[in-house]
């Protein structure tokens, strides 16, 4: 008896889109079903024409699931309320969404981080890791490489080269995407940070860095979540824990060392290719991978990359040269900007070079995400209303 496909629909046409409609084209058990796109149409070049639409109504009418993949949190929110009107399920691959809107999506249906990109990877590594007996410490993130205020010139080289767009290649280098995916993780796993803005450890070898982390967590007394500045890592992730001391002699005769930390890595993440593993465990019926929990304990800030004048318009803020983003604990800075919520943003007064910027230092744009926002941290959850 033949399977029926599962119908996917696909916000974004960008890389991740892109790879996604080619992958899931190649995939007998599922179909693309439509692609949202707010580009004009006869610009878009990688994508059939016949996937594209700008009609959300259009989008979601006979759609089995959504993956929303758009790197947009206000538009991807909107998306996903509606989404969620039909009753979908949805993937998300877009951790920027997750970590300032997510906490709040998560109460109204099913909502998912996908495999593929670190925060996925990490969370798919830590349940085989968990059910193999580990009781983890660190989820790790690795970067090669970190420059909090890169120059235009130098980005827009990378941005060229790599085929990126420009504020995705300037949240990778100065640190805004590494600090997202971590808080997104902590969230999700139930881990905590030990400083604003993670350690970040700078490590000749991964080994050695993640037993630097796992001293930490240890002395903290909690699993964190954090990263490495390892050129020689791989592109991927890892987990540091221990294990039962009856389990030694074996984990050093698995090549896994004398311990009593032992790190376990998944040296790639493939984003779109592997986006589709989490489509069939949704299709499934299993639990969601990861998403931003219901009570976040740690939120990314704004922060100013050089001295912001009142009147000054931010137009993105994440990928932008006038702020980048900074993990904290909600608690902390509870008046701080979510760097996610920063699209036309008016600045009321000047920000200093360096300094987080608060509610009272701009005037934010009204949009389901920001209504979202307020409802997750004390509001009223029907605010959030498309």
């Not at 691959?93 to 997510?102: F, S």
């Not at 997104?184 to 450890?201: F, H, P, S």
Request: glycine content about 10%.
């Amino acid at each position: 008896m033949e399977t029926k496909q599962v119908k996917v629909a696909i916000t974004g046409t960008g890389f991740i889109a892109s790879g996604l409609v080619a992958a899931i084209n190649a995939a007998p058990d599922l179909m693309v079903h439509k692609v949202l796109t707010r580009r004009k149409l006869e610009n878009i070049s990688m994508i059939p024409a016949e996937y594209l639409t700008h009609s959300i109504s259009e989008f979601l009418q006979g759609a089995d699931l959504v993956v929303e993949c758009s790197g947009d949190v206000h538009h991807g929110t909107e998306v996903i309320l509606e989404a969620f009107s039909k009753a979908l399920p949805v993937v998300t691959m877009n951790a920027e969404l997750q970590v300032t809107t997510g906490s709040y999506l998560s109460q109204c249906g099913y909502l998912t981080e996908a495999e593929g990109d670190q925060p996925g990877s990490l969370a798919a590594l830590a349940e085989n890791a968990v059910a193999m007996g580990f009781s983890p410490l660190v989820y790790g993130n690795i970067k090669g490489f970190l420059n909090l205020n890169p120059s235009i010139e130098e980005m827009r080289y990378w941005s060229k080269r790599n085929g990126l767009s420009l504020q995705m290649v300037t949240s990778f280098t100065d640190g805004t995407k590494v600090q997202i995916e971590q808080a997104l993780v902590a969230n999700g796993l139930g881990a905590d940070i030990v400083t604003r803005g993670l350690k970040g450890i700078a490590a000749d070898s991964l080994e050695i860095g993640a037993n630097q982390l796992a001293e930490a967590a240890t002395e903290y007394g909690q699993p964190i979540s954090d990263y490495l500045l390892c050129p020689s890592g791989p592109p991927g992730v890892f987990l540091t824990g221990t294990h039962q001391s009856e389990q030694a002699a074996a984990l050093e005769y698995f090549k896994m060392g004398q311990g009593p930390y032992y790190t376990l890595t998944q040296p790639f993440h493939l984003c779109h290719l592997e986006i589709l593993k989490t489509i069939r465990r949704v299709h499934r019926g299993e639990s969601v991978l990861l998403n931003n929990g219901a009570t976040p304990r740690v939120g990314v800030a704004a922060v100013s990359k050089r001295n912001l004048n009142p009147e000054e318009v931010i137009p993105k803020g994440i990928g932008s040269f006038q702020v980048r983003g900074e993990v904290v604990c909600l608690d902390q800075e509870p008046d701080h900007i979510p760097i996610g919520l920063l699209r036309n943003a008016v600045l009321k007064r000047q920000v200093e070079e360096g300094k987080i910027l608060t509610m009272d230092d701009v005037e934010l744009e009204e949009s389901a995400a920001t209504r979202a926002w307020f409802a997750s941290v004390g509001g009223n959850p029907n605010e959030a209303t498309v």
